[in-house]
């Protein structure tokens, strides 16, 4: 079952602007994780925030989370052309089966040059 | 080699036939995941190994899906008289184990049913 939610679906910037994603997510979690996926590739890892931290940081992006409105979200500050891809957010659940990753839907960045 | 590959990278096959794909994590990766990708959809999870621990199947869709991972190294998933439904990228990761590290994708096996 998706846990988490990512909005939008679709986002279209130009180069050098911000881009923020959302990601909302329904039970507790021991730590939430955002990765990216260019066309026709795997996933790949960007950042892991934890349940007791709020914000994190990682060149030009920024997590945050909230876990009183359990959500996140990604900034990506002057973006660029190859930021072009689509970001998931995935959730690891507190408790009993916390080794699986449970995925959004996707949020498709497109970065206009 | 330094990632997760996974073989074939793009499969045809009819529909009731059997497959097998193919994923070779990374070397010293204690934990194995299967996922399933449809089109524009997140990841599915099928099912997770880990060390010579009973492998967690919860994720597997109907009794045709199954999975073998021969120690801390190879894993196949097979998929016996394929649906149309079936059709998706079917994407494999590794990592140390754990629910802090990052796991790591190999670029999947896009599976076309007729």
């Known amino acids: 079952s998706q846990q988490g939610e990512e909005d939008p679906q679709a986002l279209s910037i130009q180069e050098g602007e911000n881009a923020t994603m959302n990601c909302s997510y329904k039970t507790s979690i021991n730590n939430l994780q955002w990765y990216r996926q260019n066309s026709g590739r795997g996933l790949v890892h960007l950042i892991l925030i934890r349940s007791n931290e709020r914000e994190k940081h990682s060149g030009r992006l920024r997590v945050t989370l909230d876990t009183s409105k359990k959500s996140s979200s990604l900034l990506i500050t002057a973006s660029r052309a190859a930021d072009t891809a689509s970001y998931f957010c995935a959730t690891h659940t507190s408790g009993a089966g916390s080794y699986q990753l449970t995925f959004g839907k996707g949020t498709k960045l497109s970065v206009i040059p | 080699g330094a990632g997760v590959s996974q073989s074939p990278s793009n499969k045809v096959t009819e529909k009731g036939k059997d497959v097998e794909l193919r994923c070779d994590p990374i070397?010293?990766?204690?934990?194995l995941y299967w996922y399933r990708q449809r089109l524009g959809q997140g990841l599915e999870f099928l099912i997770y190994f880990q060390g010579n621990s009973a492998p967690d199947k919860s994720g597997l869709p109907s009794d045709r899906f199954s999975a073998e991972r021969t120690g801390e190294s190879v894993s196949t998933l097979t998929i016996q008289r394929t649906q149309q439904e079936d059709s998706a990228v079917y994407l494999c990761a590794s990592s140390l184990g754990g629910v802090r590290q990052p796991q790591h994708f190999g670029d999947g096996t896009r599976l076309s049913i007729l």
């Open positions: 070397s010293g990766h204690t934990a």
